[in-house]
């Protein structure tokens, strides 16, 4: 599977972005996908996860109620909307796929896209 990230950018505190994956692979739908986020001088962390099915979604305390994961299995793609943004969001955000079972932790994750960078502004 190979991932692309697309839909960083620059935000204002309180704004919305959307952060878009787009997966090549005939077997999208068998991957759980993760969206992850490293801050400069941090180490990578996780934000939220989604079920092959799109039925079982995970998100980090961090995020949720402002951060929603969704999938279209018919266009092998994945989506971040990520709303009221604060500038402790800004990271390099990651999107990456697993075979079935969605997870927490970078390390189960097998693919990895090559990170969307978005800044929150005060």
């Known amino acids: 599977v190979q991932l692309q990230a697309s839909g960083g950018g620059l935000a204002q505190a309180g704004g919305s972005l959307r952060l878009s994956c787009a997966a090549s692979?005939?077997?999208?739908?068998?991957?759980?996908m993760g969206w992850f986020r490293q801050a400069p001088g941090k180490e990578r962390e996780f934000v939220a996860a989604?079920?092959?099915?799109?039925?079982?979604?995970y998100y980090a305390d961090s995020v949720k109620g402002r951060f929603t994961i969704s999938r279209d299995n018919a266009k092998n793609m994945v989506y971040l909307q990520m709303n009221s943004l604060k500038p402790e969001d800004t990271a390099v955000y990651y999107c990456?796929?697993?075979?079935?079972?969605?997870?927490?932790?970078?390390?189960?994750?097998?693919?990895w896209g090559q990170g969307t960078l978005v800044t929150v502004s005060s």
């Open positions: 990456a796929a697993r075979a079935f079972v969605a997870g927490t932790h970078a390390h189960e994750y097998d693919y």
């Open positions: 989604i079920s092959w099915s799109g039925g079982s979604t």
């Open positions: 692979g005939r077997t999208f739908s068998s991957y759980a």
